[in-house]
């Protein structure tokens, strides 16, 4: 079914006339405290009516959003991040346009250490898409509608009107329920729909409680060293045809598993003269 989806629409980007995207770049202030954000926390791009829900859900929903919003605020200014860029990667945090993707497993830490960038980032209509886009909202993401199993022309083609403004996109890309460390196609699709170029990251805990999900999800403990490596930008030609897609589609995948293997190996050199810490 998701094969079948993300093949309708890229079909239908080959029908569209695509727009030239705008690379100017407005000032943004980065990692400046929770606050809210200077745009709709629901992009304009999708659809901002969400799901009815019975009062015990809403109860559950309001009850996760601040106990999750707590955890990440009191434990991420404890963490000692480093971090660590290939040649060709973006310079900095901020530098946008970008398609980024990342493993499921790393989203608390990348939370918070990416926060109040205004990133575009896919979050389902779920239950569980619903209370993880609250929590992302509260620091300074901008959720756009629709998973990659259910709604995924209306998300994708959500945050390909995000790129064309400007604006930096973050993919799951395990997500929302695996199989884990497998990329999905969003970013391959985007980044030759609209010329924006491709990057992915990961970041290694030395110290975390790893939950018994899908994903493996980690939550940092306090203190912990954090190293987050990020990938050479990938860029894919506007007329890559299905057997260039899948060699992009092959180099995400390797990228993915590069920038893991390198955070894990050395996320214990942290606070050395080679991966300094950084304010965060």
Same mark, same amino acid.
């Given at each position: 079914?998701?094969?079948?989806?993300?093949?309708?629409?890229?079909?239908?980007?080959?029908?569209?006339?695509?727009?030239?995207?705008?690379?100017?770049?407005?000032?943004?202030?980065?990692?400046?405290?929770?606050?809210?954000?200077?745009?709709?926390?629901?992009?304009?791009?999708?659809?901002?009516?969400?799901?009815?829900?019975?009062?015990?859900?809403?109860?559950?929903?309001?009850?996760?959003?601040?106990?999750?919003?707590?955890?990440?605020?009191?434990?991420?200014?404890?963490?000692?991040?480093?971090?660590?860029?290939?040649?060709?990667?973006?310079?900095?945090?901020?530098?946008?346009?970008?398609?980024?993707?990342?493993?499921?497993?790393?989203?608390?830490?990348?939370?918070?250490?990416?926060?109040?960038?205004?990133?575009?980032?896919?979050?389902?209509?779920?239950?569980?898409?619903?209370?993880?886009?609250?929590?992302?909202?509260?620091?300074?993401?901008?959720?756009?509608?629709?998973?990659?199993?259910?709604?995924?022309?209306?998300?994708?083609?959500?945050?390909?009107?995000?790129?064309?403004?400007?604006?930096? &996109?973050?993919?799951?890309? #395990?997500?929302?329920?695996?199989? +884990? =460390?497998? !990329?999905?196609?969003?970013?391959? *699709?985007?980044?030759?729909?609209?010329?924006?170029?491709?990057?992915?990251?990961?970041?290694?805990?030395?110290?975390?409680?790893?939950?018994?999900?899908?994903?493996?999800?980690?939550?940092?403990?306090?203190?912990?060293?954090?190293?987050?490596?990020?990938?050479?930008?990938?860029? &894919?030609?506007?007329?890559? #045809?299905?057997?260039?897609?899948? +060699? =992009?589609? !092959?180099?995400?995948?390797?990228? *993915?598993?590069?920038?893991?293997?390198?955070?894990?190996?050395?996320?214990?050199?942290?606070?050395?003269?080679?991966?300094?810490?950084?304010?965060?």
């Amino acid at each position: 079914m998701l094969l079948s989806t993300i093949t309708v629409f890229d079909e239908g980007l080959d029908c569209l006339k695509l727009t030239a995207v705008d690379r100017r770049v407005r000032p943004t202030r980065y990692n400046i405290g929770v606050s809210a954000v200077t745009t709709s926390p629901v992009s304009s791009g999708a659809s901002a009516q969400s799901r009815p829900y019975t009062l015990w859900q809403r109860f559950l929903l309001w009850l996760i959003t601040w106990t999750g919003v707590v955890v990440v605020r009191l434990i991420g200014p404890t963490l000692r991040f480093s971090a660590s860029y290939e040649d060709g990667a973006p310079p900095t945090l901020d530098t946008r346009p970008i398609v980024y993707a990342f493993w499921h497993s790393c989203i608390l830490p990348a939370m918070y250490l990416w926060r109040n960038l205004q990133i575009r980032v896919m979050s389902s209509d779920s239950f569980d898409g619903e209370w993880m886009g609250r929590i992302m909202r509260k620091f300074g993401f901008v959720k756009v509608r629709g998973s990659k199993s259910r709604g995924a022309v209306r998300a994708l083609l959500g945050m390909r009107r995000e790129l064309e403004q400007g604006w930096t &996109v973050a993919f799951t890309i #395990d997500g929302p329920r695996g199989p +884990r =460390f497998v !990329a999905k196609p969003g970013p391959v *699709l985007l980044a030759r729909a609209t010329g924006v170029p491709m990057a992915v990251f990961h970041i290694a805990l030395e110290k975390a409680w790893i939950l018994n999900t899908w994903d493996r999800s980690m939550i940092p403990k306090p203190f912990s060293r954090a190293l987050m490596r990020v990938s050479r930008k990938i860029p &894919v030609p506007p007329d890559a #045809d299905d057997s260039e897609k899948e +060699r =992009f589609q !092959a180099e995400l995948q390797a990228s *993915l598993e590069r920038v893991r293997e390198f955070a894990e190996a050395n996320v214990g050199k942290v606070g050395t003269t080679e991966f300094p810490v950084i304010k965060s």
